[in-house]
């Protein structure tokens, strides 16, 4: 076990991690960051010796994004997306592997040379054999978010938490970026997210986690062993759940 694991305890047992694409792009904001992918898989590392069951969704946003101001179908411009989401897949397994943890790719649209399809059962049996599940494609339909995916996902592997690393530090009443006087969540609830048309999630997503009582904790990915911070339940971000403050 690596020395930055020794000593902490991991509050979960099986997490679902959604990472944006732009994330993963950095400052370059296209592409892929090594250096960014790095620093996540060193986390991904230390949650995993902890023995922590991950699942990934990761975005694809750092490749395409909605139509990119096209006249583009949607159903078309969303498929472009879910391909580049597994370009995004594929590069973060290569990544983990490298560090001699086995992990598999998953997709909701059918590419057998590429990765495995997606099948609840394998995903299952992966945890069990000390695997990394990354999910791919998003549901496989047009018109829905990789959030919508990565609460779908959870929602059926029965995560005990939706943890989305952003490129903001939590959830803010209005946008920090144009208002500096926007006051930050610690703590909030999935009706006062949809009620209130807060931008930290997508609705369906925020809905279908609500439903099946899965918390999400939205925070930066940014921060310091933000993801590990995470897992051991520390003060970090904003809770998404049912319970009032």
């Known amino acids: 076990m690596s020395d930055a694991a020794i000593g902490k305890t991991p509050k979960y047992k099986r997490i679902l991690l959604k990472l944006s694409g732009e994330a993963l792009a950095g400052e370059q904001r296209f592409g892929l960051n090594e250096a960014v992918i790095a620093q996540v898989v060193d986390q991904l590392v230390k949650v995993h010796e902890m023995g922590v069951e991950i699942a990934l969704v990761i975005g694809g946003g750092n490749f395409w994004r909605g139509r990119q101001g096209t ?12 391909l580049a989401t597994v370009m995004n897949s594929l590069a973060m397994m290569d990544a983990i592997e490298q560090r001699g943890i086995p992990t598999r790719v998953q997709t909701a649209l059918n590419m057998v040379s590429v990765a495995e399809p997606y099948i609840l059962r394998k995903a299952l049996r992966h945890f069990e054999k000390g695997r990394i599940v990354i999910m791919a494609c998003g549901t496989g339909n047009p018109y829905c978010s990789t959030d919508t995916a990565a609460a779908q996902r959870a929602c059926e592997i029965d995560a005990d938490v939706l943890l989305m690393a952003k490129n903001v530090d939590g959830i803010y009443d209005s946008d920090p970026r144009v208002n500096p006087s926007a006051k930050k969540y610690d703590r909030i609830t999935f009706f006062d997210v949809v009620s209130g048309g807060l931008k930290a999630m997508d609705a ?17 990915l940014g921060e310091p062993d933000s993801i590990l911070r995470a897992v051991c339940g520390e003060q970090i971000g904003t809770l998404i759940s049912n319970q009032p403050k």
Do not use: S, Y
Request: glycine share 4%; hydrophobic share 50%.
């Open 71 to 82: 006249n583009m179908d949607r159903t078309t411009a969303d498929h472009m997306g879910m």
């Open 204 to 220: 369906t997503a925020a809905t279908m986690c609500m439903e099946n009582d899965i918390p999400v904790l939205a925070f930066a």
